[in-house]
C-alpha cells in the first residue's frame, strides 16, 4: 500500500518546480510534425548563457566539436577576419597565427551535474544493469503504455481513470515483481510502497530527505527532466495544447507529473542504498552535498571550456553573413515590371520555394512569384466530410477559428478510404511489415515484393477524403456568411499587398512525396501544421473566385479584374513537380506556354537538387532524372528522399525584386514586403512576430539536431520504431523517447548537409520602425537581444545590425 505523506511543500518550492517543468519546450507527435526550437521556452535567456547552463546541468551541446569548425576554416568556409573579430567579441585579443593556435586546442570539458542514479552507477558493479538506463527504460515504456493512441478505448480508460500520470505510475511500478530481479536487488520493489500516492506529498519528501534547497531544487529538477527530454517535450506538447483540447488532460500539468516519476526513483535508490549498504551510501551522500554546494562553480567550469567551440561558432555565423552582405548588396535589383505580369504565383515562404521560384522566373520576365506564409492567412482545421478525421492547418502557435470541410462527399468512397486508412496505420509503420506476413501470409510478402520491385507513390489515405473541391466554412458550427467570406479574403489579400492582378495567379502550397516515412509530416507544410497545403489553397482559391465574394470584395475597394482567376496549385518538394487544381466546373485550362514553363522550371529545379541528393543524375536528360526523383520518392527504403530544409540560413523580408537577380541557393525563407503598402507597418508586426517566429523554430531544430542529435534529434531512422501510433518514435526497442531530425536529414555520411548558424533577418524597413516593434513585443525583443537569432535592417548597399537596441554598421 502506498502512504499518505504529511510533508507540505512552500509556495516558493512550488513556484520553483513548476517553473522548472515550463523551461521544456514542447514536441509535436507524429501526424502534425513541424519544427520548434528544442530550447524555446529558454529565449528570456542569452544563448550563450543557456548554453554554459545546458552544459553543466545534462552536458548537452549547443555546438559543434573543434574540428569540424578547425576543417572549414581549412577549406576557407570560416576566414581569417571573422575568427579574430569572434574572438574580440570574446575579449581574446591574439595575432591572427597566435590565435589560431590558441583556438586550435580547447579546453578540457567538465563533468556534467550527475542525478543520484548516475552517482550510483559510477559506484555499481560492472556487471549489474544501470540505474540510470533501467529507469529510462522503465519510465519510457510506462509512458508510452500510458499516452499510447493505437487503442482509442484504452486510451479514454486511462483518461477517466482520474489517475494522473504519478500515480498512475505509481500503481504499476508497485504491481511489478520484474524490477527487483532486472536489477539484481532483491526488496528493491518494497521501497515503491512507501512512496506517497500524491505527487506534491512526494516532492516534499524528497525535498526535505534529499536536502534541497532552492537553487539545488530547480537546477535538480531541470536535470531530471533533461534526464528524459523525449517524453518531457512530447508531454510539454500536451500541456501546450491541452491535451488536443481534451477537459480531463488539460487538468493536469503532465511534465511536472513526469518530474514526479523521475523524483520518485532518485528516492527510491537514495532509501535503497542507506538500507542495503551504509558505506556506498555516505560515498554517494558525500559526493551528492559537495555537488549541491558547487553548482556556480560547475557552470563558471562548462562556460570556461566552452569559451573556445563559441568563438569558432561565432567566426562561421560571421562568415556566413559577410557573403550574403555582399551578395545582397553588390548586385543591382531587377527593375519591376512596368506591365501587368501573365502570371502570378504566390509561395510558401519555405526555402525549398527558392529554388523552384528563381528556376520558374527565368522562363519569362512576365512572370511574377511572392513569398507569403504556407498556410496562406486561413485560420483553418479541415475536418472530412462523414468522417470524424480532422486536422490543423495553420501554424502551431495559433489557434484555428474555421473548420473547412467539403460541402459533400461520396460515401462509399470515404468508407473505402477509412477501411485504407487502418491498413496504413498497421501496414506502413516502420516496424509492422514483418509481422503482416506472418499474419497476411505469402499475400502480404507478394504485395511487400511488388512494392519493392514497381514502387508507386503511397499516399496518406486521409490525404484523399476530399476528392470534392466544393467548400462548406464554419465557426463555431455556424456556416460562414458571404460578407464573413469577403472580410476573411480581404484580409488576406491586404497582407499579400498585390498592386496589379496578372490573369494567372497561381495560390501554390507544397506537399512531400515519400513512403515509408515515420516522419513524413516533418517535410510537409509546417505553416499548415505538418500537413500539405492542399486544402489551404483549395479553399483559398475557392473563396477567391466566388462571383459573390468578388462582388462584396470589389463594393470593399479591393479591385480584382474580371479577368482574374486563382488556381490552387501544388508544389512537390521532392521531385519539384507542380500540380494545378481547378477550382469551378468553368475554369479554363492552362495553355500549353505556361504549362512549358512549368515543365522547364522543374527540370532546372531538379538539375539544381541533384548536386546533393544524387550526383548521378546530373549526367541524364531531363525526362530521365525527372522519373529518377519520382522512383526515389516512391522508394519505401529511401532514407533521405529529400533534404527539407537542411543548411538554411536566413530570412528576407524585402520585395521579390530586390533578390530575384540572386541565387540564394536554396537557403533563404523569402517573405515579399514592401514598406510602401505598409503605411503603419502593421503587416511588418504581423511578419515579425509570426512567420519570423516560425522560421527561427526551424533553424534551431535543424542546429540543435546537428550540435546534440543524441538529445535533439532523433538517431538513426533506419531503426526507428513508432511510440503509441503518433506519438513519436523509439530508436530501437526502447530507451527515451527520440525527438528533432534523424541522421538521414542532416549528414550524407560524410558531411554534414546543415550548417549550425543562427538565424539571419534581413527587413527592408526603416530602422525607427523595427526598433518600435522589438520595444513593443517581449518575444521579439529577447530573440534579437539575447543573440537567439540576427536582426538586420537592409537598404541598398548598407547592412546594418540591431542588437541591445544599437545600430551596428556591418563590413
Not at 585579443?93 to 590558441?102: R, V
Not at 551528492?288 to 563558471?300: D, G, H, R, V, Y
Not at 497476411?440 to 507513390?457: D, E, H, I, V
Not at 513519436?728 to 548558424?757: A, Y
Request: aromatic residues 10%.
Amino acid at each position: 500500500m502506498t502512504i499518505k505523506a504529511t510533508n507540505t511543500l512552500s509556495m516558493l518550492q512550488k513556484d520553483l518546480l513548476l517553473d522548472a517543468a515550463s523551461t521544456i519546450a514542447p514536441h509535436w507527435p507524429l501526424d502534425k510534425l513541424i519544427a520548434v526550437n528544442p530550447l524555446w521556452s529558454l529565449v528570456n535567456k542569452p544563448f550563450d548563457e543557456t548554453s554554459d547552463e545546458l552544459s553543466a546541468l545534462a552536458g548537452i551541446k549547443t555546438y559543434l566539436p573543434i574540428s569540424s569548425y578547425r576543417a572549414w576554416f581549412d577549406e576557407g568556409r570560416i576566414s581569417q577576419d571573422c575568427l579574430v573579430r569572434a574572438a574580440r567579441q570574446y575579449e581574446i585579443n591574439l595575432a591572427p597565427k597566435d590565435l589560431l593556435e590558441h583556438l586550435s586546442n580547447p579546453n578540457k570539458q567538465p563533468s556534467p551535474w550527475r542525478n543520484i542514479a548516475d552517482l550510483t552507477d559510477q559506484q555499481r558493479s560492472a556487471h549489474k544493469m544501470s540505474w540510470h538506463d533501467e529507469i529510462t527504460h522503465q519510465v519510457s515504456q510506462f509512458c508510452a503504455a500510458h499516452y499510447q493512441q493505437q487503442s482509442p478505448t484504452l486510451r479514454q480508460q486511462n483518461i477517466d481513470s482520474e489517475l494522473d500520470l504519478y500515480s498512475h505510475w505509481l500503481e504499476v511500478t508497485n504491481e511489478d515483481k520484474g524490477l527487483s530481479i532486472i536489477m539484481a536487488e532483491s526488496k528493491l520493489i518494497d521501497f515503491f510502497h512507501h512512496l506517497p500516492s500524491d505527487k506534491e506529498a512526494l516532492f516534499a519528501l524528497a525535498i526535505e530527505e534529499l536536502a534541497l534547497d532552492d537553487q539545488a531544487l530547480h537546477f535538480y529538477a531541470q536535470a531530471l527532466l533533461l534526464d528524459i527530454n523525449g517524453w518531457s517535450s512530447y508531454l510539454a506538447y500536451l500541456n501546450w495544447s491541452k491535451g488536443d483540447n481534451n477537459e480531463n488532460l488539460a487538468k493536469e500539468n503532465h511534465v511536472e507529473s513526469l518530474l514526479a516519476i523521475k523524483m520518485a526513483w532518485e528516492l527510491v535508490v537514495w532509501r535503497y542504498l542507506k538500507h542495503t549498504s551504509i558505506p556506498l551510501h555516505a560515498a554517494i551522500e558525500t559526493k551528492w552535498s559537495a555537488q549541491k554546494n558547487a553548482i556556480p562553480q560547475l557552470i563558471e567550469a562548462h562556460q570556461d571550456a566552452l569559451l573556445t567551440p563559441k568563438v569558432w561558432a561565432l567566426a562561421l555565423e560571421y562568415s556566413e553573413q559577410k557573403n550574403l552582405h555582399k551578395t545582397l548588396t553588390t548586385e543591382q535589383p531587377v527593375p519591376a515590371l512596368s506591365t501587368r505580369p501573365e502570371l502570378q504565383a504566390i509561395f510558401c515562404i519555405d526555402v525549398r520555394s527558392e529554388v523552384f521560384r528563381r528556376a520558374l522566373e527565368k522562363q519569362s520576365d512576365t512572370i511574377q512569384t511572392l513569398g507569403f506564409a504556407g498556410f496562406f492567412g486561413l485560420p483553418i482545421e479541415y475536418k472530412a466530410q462523414d468522417s470524424h478525421y480532422e486536422r490543423p492547418q495553420l501554424p502551431g502557435l495559433l489557434q484555428a477559428s474555421i473548420t473547412a470541410t467539403e460541402c459533400k462527399s461520396d460515401k462509399n468512397h470515404v468508407h473505402h478510404q477509412q477501411k485504407e486508412a487502418r491498413w496504413h496505420r498497421w501496414g506502413h509503420a516502420a516496424p509492422a511489415s514483418f509481422s503482416m506476413v506472418e499474419s497476411m501470409g505469402w499475400w502480404y510478402a507478394f504485395k511487400m515484393f511488388k512494392q519493392t520491385l514497381f514502387s508507386k507513390r503511397q499516399e496518406h489515405p486521409a490525404n484523399r477524403l476530399a476528392p470534392n473541391t466544393h467548400w462548406q466554412l464554419t465557426q463555431q458550427g455556424v456556416a460562414l456568411t458571404d460578407q464573413d467570406k469577403a472580410n476573411l479574403a480581404k484580409g488576406i489579400l491586404d497582407t499579400i499587398k498585390l498592386t496589379t492582378y496578372a490573369p494567372l495567379v497561381m495560390l501554390v502550397g507544397h506537399g512531400s512525396h515519400t513512403s515509408n516515412n515515420l516522419h513524413a509530416a516533418g517535410l510537409e507544410c509546417g505553416a499548415c501544421g505538418g500537413q500539405s497545403g492542399e486544402v489551404n489553397v483549395r479553399v483559398l482559391a475557392s473563396l477567391l473566385n466566388d462571383d459573390k465574394v468578388r462582388a462584396l470584395l470589389n463594393d470593399m475597394g479591393m479591385k480584382i479584374p474580371s479577368d482574374t482567376q486563382f488556381v490552387p496549385a501544388l508544389h512537390n518538394t521532392t521531385t519539384d513537380q507542380l500540380t494545378c487544381f481547378d477550382t469551378t466546373e468553368g475554369s479554363k485550362d492552362l495553355n500549353s506556354k505556361i504549362t512549358r514553363w512549368f515543365e522547364n522550371a522543374q527540370f532546372l529545379a531538379q538539375q539544381e537538387r541533384a548536386a546533393k541528393l544524387d550526383a548521378s543524375l546530373l549526367n541524364v536528360s531531363d525526362k530521365q532524372r525527372s522519373k529518377a526523383f519520382t522512383k526515389r520518392a516512391n522508394d519505401w527504403s529511401q532514407v533521405n528522399p529529400e533534404w527539407g530544409l537542411a543548411n538554411n540560413h536566413s530570412f528576407i523580408i524585402a520585395p521579390r525584386q530586390q533578390t530575384r537577380h540572386l541565387d540564394l541557393q536554396g537557403r533563404s525563407f523569402l517573405h515579399d514586403y514592401d514598406q510602401h503598402h505598409d503605411p503603419d507597418f502593421s503587416i511588418l508586426e504581423r511578419i515579425l512576430t509570426a512567420p519570423m517566429l516560425v522560421t527561427h523554430w526551424i533553424n534551431m531544430q535543424y542546429n540543435l539536431s546537428v550540435t546534440d542529435n543524441f538529445k535533439f534529434g532523433c538517431g538513426n531512422k533506419v531503426l526507428h520504431n513508432a511510440v503509441g501510433g503518433n506519438i513519436g518514435v523509439f530508436e530501437g526497442n526502447g530507451g527515451d523517447l527520440r525527438i528533432g531530425l534523424s541522421m538521414q536529414s542532416l549528414s550524407d555520411g560524410e558531411k554534414w548537409m546543415h550548417t549550425p548558424v543562427r538565424l539571419a533577418v534581413y527587413i527592408a524597413a526603416p530602422k525607427a520602425e523595427i526598433e518600435k516593434i522589438a520595444a513593443k513585443h517581449d518575444i521579439v525583443r529577447q530573440l534579437i537581444d539575447n543573440g537567439w537569432l540576427y536582426l538586420f535592417q537592409w537598404e541598398g548597399d548598407k547592412v546594418e545590425r540591431f542588437y541591445q537596441q544599437q545600430w551596428q554598421a556591418q563590413g
